[in-house]
């Protein structure tokens, strides 16, 4: 059974980005649907699968990640506008019964990503 998870990690106090908002989108051509909005659990995940089998279709997905937000609610002071806002992940799904896992670590300078297991 296929099913799409994430986790962020802020690399700057080497803790889960617990509360970090997070967007999914599906994403057809130059057209976006919002599909789920949520916040991130004390370990830096949602609650449940992003997506689960039954919701799970091929195609182009973008995940946004409200980065300068999380970090001003740590008491970072950012400058305006913020090096980086809104961090957008675009990826693919090919296979309804993979596992897609999107990891995010990032810092208010910089990010990184990769599929994970």
């Known amino acids: ?3 799409l998870s994430t986790h962020v990690l802020d690399t ?5 980005a617990a509360g970090m908002a ?7 051509g130059d057209a976006t649907a919002l599909v789920r909005e949520l916040r991130l659990n004390a370990d830096g995940r949602s609650d449940g ?7 799970m279709a ?7 990640f409200g980065v300068a937000d999380y970090f001003r609610g740590r008491g ?3 400058p305006e506008p913020p090096f980086l806002d809104v961090v957008t ?11 897609y896992h999107v990891p995010l670590l990032c810092s208010p ?9």
């Open 49 to 55: 699968p992003l997506l689960d089998s039954h919701a």
């Open 58 to 64: 091929v195609g182009r997905w973008r995940l946004t």
């Open 89 to 99: 992940i675009d990826f693919g799904i090919a296979d309804v019964q993979g596992n």
């Open 12 to 16: 700057v106090h080497g803790c889960p």
């Open 109 to 117: 300078w910089s990010h990184a990503t990769y599929r994970g297991s």
């Open 1 to 3: 059974m296929g099913k």
């Open 22 to 28: 997070v967007s999914l989108y599906r994403v057809d």
């Open 76 to 78: 970072v002071t950012l």
